[in-house]
């Protein structure tokens, strides 16, 4: 099993374009999660997802969006970037028990 | 709002010593207790959990301390070696919440 996949690894971005960070699971986890990291911080929960077809907002979603259309992919937008947005982001997956499973992360720069 | 805090942000330990980092937590409703090891430019890494109606749980080096009553939670490494430089994370979870609440973390740095 690949675990948890996240693409890009790397990308900068200008302040006002889009993108969308790729995560893929193959350990048929029902549970999906997009964090951020900023540099020296903890992580912040953005969304989250208990299935397909389900997400629900965590603790900084403003900015970003979600969709579950599947239960291995869980695609984040942003939409309009700002600098604020600057950070590495974290996708995880989890199954019945209540451990995570991270991927390895996208460092995103915004200038 | 509830949080999960460490009380040390950095931790300089010997090779070869015992460290222990701390972690404070402030809601008493907590079910479950995580610890994860992040090593540089990589994802968190899951090493030991412990429930909520544990006191001590142990694994392979590692040892995680649970004292409700001042709401403590600690990770002992036993023998350390270079590979356990990393920032460690506790993380807290409700049962029925589904959302794990990090620390800011604590980055050991182990002395050759």
């Known amino acids: 099993n690949a675990g948890v996949t996240q693409t890009p690894k790397f990308r900068i971005l200008k302040i006002g374009q889009s993108m969308t960070l790729q995560c893929t699971q193959d350990?048929?986890?029902?549970?999906m999660y997009w964090y951020r990291q900023d540099p020296g911080m903890g992580l912040k929960l953005i969304y989250y997802s208990v299935g397909a077809g389900i997400t629900d907002k965590g603790e900084v979603p403003n900015g970003y969006n979600v969709s579950r259309s599947t239960t291995e992919d869980f695609p984040l937008r942003l939409e309009l970037a700002a600098p604020s947005q600057t950070s590495v982001y974290f996708c995880a997956s989890g199954g019945s028990g209540y451990e995570q499973y991270f991927g390895p992360g996208t460092r995103l720069t915004v200038t | 709002g509830e949080s999960v805090g460490l009380h040390l942000p950095t931790l300089s330990v010997q090779e070869g010593d015992n460290s222990i980092i701390n972690c404070a937590y402030s809601?008493?409703?907590?079910?479950?207790f995580i610890w994860y090891k992040q090593e540089s430019g990589k994802g968190p890494q899951f090493i030991i959990d412990?429930?909520?109606?544990?006191d001590k749980r142990q694994g392979q080096r590692v040892t995680v301390l649970l004292n409700k009553t001042v709401k403590h939670l600690s990770l002992q490494i036993a023998a350390t070696q270079p590979g356990d430089s990393a920032v460690y994370f506790c993380?807290?979870?409700?049962?029925?919440?589904?959302?794990?609440?990090f620390g800011t973390g604590t980055r050991l740095t182990i002395i050759p």
């Open positions: 809601n008493s409703a907590s079910d479950y």
């Open positions: 350990m048929n986890h029902n549970y």
């Open positions: 993380a807290e979870i409700r049962f029925g919440n589904e959302k794990l609440t």
């Open positions: 412990i429930r909520s109606n544990m």
